[in-house]
């Protein structure tokens, strides 16, 4: 049965998580280390040593995510996280930059390394670049793949791949992205956020509620309609088009959420190894839901029952949900 790969953002979720059925729970340190650097959220070294000690008196390992690009003369901090993370017991880290993965394979030898979707890995010889010379062990591919791309490359490596197979779906390329950046000056790959909270503005105006990233309109939603949180890339916006009249929707994403569910057959004989779920951000209830939900389709799978379906819709952002690009039906 393939291994499913469980966010945490907190304590809290990593046992619910564990509790709820996953082999495995990634999570990170509540500092830029990890690209979900956000308030309130990720564990201090003390939480990661007891989470991972809960976790593998249950059976299950911990992956943490040291997933962001150093700042030119602040390595420490991030060679200090892969540090703690050997310390804390966790069973590998998760690490996307050049730099922290020679430095993990020279001072952490025995300390296992997957390459981050942030890495953006999406051929054979990269990742058997990254293999060769830093002993990665596993791969987690980035969104941009079909379900044959993803067998074609396994039949070239001999790495272990991980693909995401449920929660928020990213329009751009992992680990390039430069929207947020531009916008409040806060950048996913090195600061570990994406359209931060702390540059985020609602305001009462006639006819509604704007909502405003870094001084960039994001949303405008009628007085009583929900107001969606403004990430740049599944904003509302007024474009031109052929016909000469402007029109206004969602021009880079719509508001859904990725849900490969019925892909695990396909998944499973393409070669991937882990399945991942994304949502570090997410509450242990929503964390638990989905867990359970996704052992249960991994069972039946094993049982060759047919998957369940539509389990998680209520989860779904905008209550929507695609398989993104494992079939490219948007080519």
Partial sequence: MMELVCPAGTPAALRAAVEAGAQTIYCGFADETNARNF?????????????VAFAHARGSKVLVAINTFPHAGAEAIWH??????????????????????????????GLRRHLSVQAAAANPDVINFYAEAFGVKRVVLPRVLTVAEIAAINREIDVETEVFVFGGLCVMAE??????????????????????????????????????????????????????????CKGCFTSPSKTGSDQTGH?????????????????????????????????????????RSFRAALEAHAAGRPMPEAALAKLSEGQAATTGAYAKTWR
């Fill in 39 to 51: 308030p309130g959220l990720n564990f201090d070294r003390d939480e990661m040593a007891a989470g």
């Fill in 175 to 232: 680990g390039r992205c430069s929207l947020s950046s531009y916008a409040t000056g806060k950048s996913p790959n090195m600061n570990g956020v994406c359209s931060p909270a702390s540059h985020v503005v609602y305001a009462e105006e006639s006819g509604g509620l704007t909502a405003r990233l870094g001084g960039f309109t994001i949303h405008r939603t009628a007085k009583g309609q929900p107001a969606p949180y403004p990430t740049l």
């Fill in 251 to 291: 021009v880079f994403e719509d508001p859904a959420s990725l849900d490969a569910t019925q892909l695990i057959p396909a998944l499973a004989h393409a070669g991937v190894t882990a399945l991942k779920i994304e949502g570090r951000q997410r509450s242990r209830a929503y964390v638990a839901e989905v867990v």
């Fill in 80 to 109: 200090r996280a892969i540090a703690d993370a050997e310390t804390a017991g966790a069973d590998a880290v998760i690490l996307a930059d050049i730099g922290l993965l020679a430095h993990a394979a020279e001072n952490h030898p």
